[in-house]
């Protein structure tokens, strides 16, 4: 059974830091591209960010460019989002999911999410 398991969201004030993290097990993690994505209140599941399953490759939506950044550990099989420079609309639920591959944002599986919220 495949689980991944985001952890790091809280309260954070405008212009502070956070580091997500999203533990994986039950699938081959380094064969899997992974990916964040949020959901504000009222709003619809947006992607932030990929990297690939080797960690070579990254790419991010425009709202993140230059402040969020991507990393993995595939010997703790776990993927991180470092955002920093947080803004009043980064509050949102951020998921991460495994990708059916690095060139879509298509999700084979999902997290549950962790809360972000940015106090202005």
């Known amino acids: 059974q495949v689980q991944l398991a985001e952890s790091g969201g809280g309260l954070v004030q405008t212009g502070g830091s956070l580091r997500l993290s999203c533990a994986a097990s039950g699938l081959t993690f380094s064969s899997y591209a992974m990916a964040w994505f949020r959901q504000a209140p009222g709003k619809e599941r947006e992607f932030v960010g990929r990297?690939?399953?080797?960690?070579?490759?990254?790419y991010y939506a425009d709202s993140g460019k230059g402040r969020f950044t991507i990393s993995r550990d595939n010997a703790k099989n776990t993927v991180y989002l470092q955002m920093n420079s947080l803004k009043p609309e980064d509050t949102a639920v951020y998921y991460c999911a495994a990708l059916v591959s690095y060139s879509t944002n298509k999700a084979q599986y999902w997290g549950q999410g962790t809360q972000v919220t940015v106090s202005s």
């Open positions: 990297i690939s399953g080797g960690g070579s490759m990254t």
